[in-house]
């Protein structure tokens, strides 16, 4: 297939930024360049269908690294960039917060720089900003985040990629380039790391490991299918305006606690096991420091304005995912060998 567009897709590796590498190959006649530095977080492995594809490439890089971006933007020359690489993980930015801002904030403005620097000729072009509803910091009982709601990050995380998500918008305000910007909820689905409550509640029980739940586990999120996900940036991407920001909301809340049951009795189901057996691994540890109560979004911009809706229902969504994991035990495996151990350890050793 003769392709018509080259897409700069950094963190193609990850979790959210692998299912649009596959997305965007299988869909579209484009040429797909997933530039990633493989931290913990990027797996090939999360790739392996479609290595070998004419048009994909894969670039090993760090987007702290500029003279790495003008090589890969040199020889590659993108039309659009889609921009998901990052720290992404709230509890890693509590113990590490600079390694956040040198990839999330750094790293962002040296993509800026060079989007700048190579696109002589701003037609056609697009800066695609993947980003969070987690900058608007946190809801009580009532209210919705929406575009026009006020930015108040709070965790080193969110921090870092409120500030990204300013550079990216300056960019557009003072350089012209042609930037979309989108916040999203909770992702899950196939691929996501086991450091994120879905992956690891679905872990532990496999291993009749405790499930540490945060707090009380009244915390709420408002949880996304990826495959939604991505199909809302398909579609903000080529029909959105530039200069613009769109929020991207499952339209599902839950309660932690509420998410985790679920999940106990799904796999209870699946294992063969009595019903609230898992439900006994549950324990309430100390809280995450800061911990925001609840996230909820407003997405009808997106609806009304593009005709998204997200698909997935969360029944479905969840068992897809479990289906999934209990598939795909060596993936598992694999991504919790090593290194994995002593992060968990030193994660859950004071809670
Ligand atoms: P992830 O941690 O699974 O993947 C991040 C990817 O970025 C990895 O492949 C990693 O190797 C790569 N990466 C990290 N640092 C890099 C660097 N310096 N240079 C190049 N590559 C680097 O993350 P995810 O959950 O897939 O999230 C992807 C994006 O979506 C992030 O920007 C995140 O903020 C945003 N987001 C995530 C969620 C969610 O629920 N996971 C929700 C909304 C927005
Ligand atoms: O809202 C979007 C954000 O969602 C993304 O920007 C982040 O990249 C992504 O990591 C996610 O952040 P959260 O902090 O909400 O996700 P996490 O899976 O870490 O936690 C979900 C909730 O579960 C949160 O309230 C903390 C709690 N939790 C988490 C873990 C890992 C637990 O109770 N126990 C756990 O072991």
Same mark, same amino acid.
């Given at each position: 297939?003769?392709?018509?567009?080259?897409?700069?897709?950094?963190?193609?590796?990850?979790?959210?930024?692998?299912?649009?590498?596959?997305?965007?190959?299988?869909?579209?006649? @484009?040429?797909?360049?997933?530039?990633? *530095?493989?931290?913990?977080?990027?797996?090939?492995?999360?790739?392996?269908?479609?290595?070998?594809?004419?048009?994909?490439?894969?670039?090993?890089?760090?987007?702290?690294?500029?003279? *790495?971006?003008?090589?890969?933007?040199?020889?590659? +020359?993108?039309? %659009?960039?889609?921009?998901?690489?990052?720290?992404?993980?709230?509890?890693?930015?509590?113990?590490?917060?600079?390694?956040?801002?040198?990839?999330?904030?750094?790293?962002?403005?040296?993509?800026?720089?060079?989007?700048?620097?190579? %696109?002589?000729? &701003?037609?056609?072009? &697009?800066?695609?900003?993947?980003?969070? #509803?987690?900058?608007?910091?946190?809801?009580?009982?009532?209210? @919705?985040?929406?575009? #026009?709601?006020?930015?108040?990050?709070?965790?080193?995380?969110?921090?870092? +990629?409120?500030?990204?998500?300013?550079?990216?918008? =300056?960019?557009?305000?003072?350089?012209?380039?042609?930037?979309?910007?989108?916040?999203?909820?909770?992702?899950?689905?196939?691929?996501?790391?086991?450091?994120?409550?879905?992956?690891?509640?679905?872990?532990?029980?496999?291993?009749?490991?405790?499930?540490?739940? @945060?707090? #009380?586990?009244?915390?709420?999120?408002?949880?996304?299918?990826?495959?939604?996900?991505?199909?809302?940036?398909?579609?903000? =991407?080529?029909?959105?305006?530039?200069?613009?920001?769109?929020?991207?909301?499952?339209?599902?809340?839950?309660?932690?606690?509420?998410?985790?049951?679920?999940?106990?009795?799904?796999?209870?189901?699946?294992?063969?096991?009595?019903?609230?057996?898992?439900?006994?691994?549950?324990?309430?540890?100390?809280?995450?420091?800061?911990?925001?109560?609840? @996230?909820?979004?407003? =997405?009808?911009?997106?609806?009304?304005?593009?005709? %998204?809706?997200?698909?997935?229902?969360?029944?479905?969504?969840?068992?897809?995912?479990?289906?999934?994991?209990?598939? !795909?035990?060596?993936?598992?495996?694999?991504?919790?060998?090593?290194?994995?151990? =002593?992060?968990? !350890?030193?994660?859950?050793?004071?809670?």
């Amino acid at each position: 297939m003769k392709s018509d567009k080259t897409i700069l897709i950094t963190g193609g590796a990850g979790f959210i930024g692998s299912h649009a590498v596959r997305h965007f190959i299988n869909k579209y006649p @484009y040429r797909i360049v997933n530039l990633d *530095a493989l931290t913990y977080a990027g797996n090939l492995n999360n790739l392996k269908d479609i290595q070998g594809h004419p048009n994909y490439h894969f670039e090993k890089a760090d987007i702290r690294d500029r003279d *790495a971006l003008d090589r890969i933007f040199n020889f590659y +020359k993108p039309d %659009w960039i889609m921009h998901f690489a990052a720290e992404s993980h709230v509890d890693r930015s509590i113990m590490d917060p600079l390694a956040f801002i040198e990839t999330n904030v750094l790293g962002t403005a040296n993509l800026l720089l060079a989007a700048r620097k190579h %696109w002589q000729e &701003l037609q056609g072009k &697009l800066f695609y900003h993947v980003s969070t #509803d987690e900058v608007f910091g946190s809801l009580g009982a009532e209210g @919705y985040f929406s575009e #026009d709601t006020p930015y108040d990050p709070r965790s080193p995380y969110s921090a870092s +990629k409120a500030s990204s998500d300013h550079f990216v918008r =300056a960019y557009h305000h003072t350089y012209h380039i042609p930037v979309i910007v989108s916040n999203c909820s909770n992702n899950y689905g196939p691929y996501q790391f086991p450091e994120k409550l879905i992956p690891v509640v679905i872990q532990n029980i496999l291993n009749e490991k405790p499930i540490p739940v @945060y707090g #009380d586990g009244t915390n709420i999120r408002d949880w996304l299918y990826v495959q939604d996900h991505i199909d809302a940036i398909d579609l903000i =991407a080529h029909r959105g305006k530039t200069g613009e920001t769109y929020l991207i909301g499952g339209h599902n809340e839950l309660r932690n606690i509420d998410l985790v049951r679920l999940l106990c009795n799904i796999m209870d189901h699946k294992l063969g096991r009595t019903k609230g057996h898992s439900e006994n691994l549950i324990r309430f540890v100390k809280d995450r420091p800061g911990h925001d109560q609840r @996230y909820a979004i407003d =997405a009808s911009k997106l609806e009304k304005n593009l005709g %998204w809706l997200p698909m997935i229902k969360p029944e479905i969504g969840l068992e897809m995912t479990v289906d999934w994991y209990l598939k !795909e035990k060596e993936w598992l495996a694999g991504v919790t060998s090593g290194a994995y151990q =002593a992060y968990y !350890e030193q994660q859950y050793q004071n809670r």
